[in-house]
């Protein structure tokens, strides 16, 4: 069964700095990886996701993300957060042999310092 | 309709007592999912149908949760009995049939057992 780890839990970056929300993932062939992000008191919104193909995708707000089979991680990044990008972000891991299962990590939840 | 429409966006009830929590998916999406988000904590998978499919119930906690899908579209989570550890948000999300399209999550009723 696939697994999905969020080792950060809080993560505080001023504006205008660089992020990255690590994900490291648990499946035995090539995954559907994801990126979710919930602003307070909202549902999840999608920002990027990887099939196959390119490792590095491109999102919405910036974002964008970079597969790496050998580490099993598919980290967020973003070259200059901003005041709105706080949030929770969510990485999800997929798999058609799961009946159309996405697991989800634990959250990370971002704060960002003016 | 545009999204996923859950209602109602909040819900207060009396220990003991039963409650049923909506979700309308996106029109032409065969697989709806039920999670649950306890405060602080990540995404706990409750329940999922894929168009006429037996449900994948693995994820209830317990037989007093239980959920239905109507005609393929609408369904409803019926909580009896309530608990006050049933306290949490509720999240629909709705996808097409396959896993890499991602899901789109409604915003959540937010349950409060007092």
């Known amino acids: 069964a696939q697994s999905v780890t969020q080792p950060d839990i809080h993560i505080t970056v001023s504006e205008g700095a660089s992020l990255e929300l690590r994900c490291n993932y648990s499946?035995?062939?090539?995954?559907?990886l994801f990126w979710y992000v919930q602003s307070p008191g909202q549902g999840l919104q999608l920002l990027l996701k990887y099939f196959s193909g390119d490792t590095l995708v491109q999102g919405i707000k910036g974002f964008e993300a970079e597969f790496k089979r050998s580490q099993s991680s598919f980290n967020l990044r973003k070259p200059s957060v901003h005041w709105s990008d706080a949030a929770e972000y969510f990485c999800a891991v997929g798999a058609n042999n799961a009946g159309n299962m996405l697991t989800f990590g634990g959250g990370t939840r971002l704060m960002v310092k003016p | 309709g545009a999204g996923v429409s859950q209602s109602p966006s909040n819900k207060v009830t009396e220990k003991g007592k039963d409650v049923e929590l909506r979700c309308d998916p996106i029109?032409?999406?065969?697989?709806l999912y039920w999670y649950r988000q306890s405060l602080g904590q990540g995404l706990e998978f409750l329940i999922y149908?894929?168009?006429?499919?037996?449900?994948?119930k693995s994820g209830l906690p317990s037989d007093r949760f239980s959920a239905e899908r109507t005609g393929g579209s609408v369904s409803t989570l019926t909580i009896q009995r309530t608990q006050q550890e049933d306290s949490a948000v509720y999240l629909c999300?709705?996808?097409?049939?396959?896993?890499?399209?991602?899901?789109?999550f409604g915003s959540g009723t937010r349950l409060t057992v007092v």
């Open positions: 029109s032409g999406h065969t697989a």
């Open positions: 999300a709705s996808s097409k049939d396959r896993v890499n399209y991602g899901y789109t």
């Open positions: 149908f894929q168009g006429n499919s037996a449900p994948d």
């Open positions: 499946y035995g062939a090539t995954p559907y």
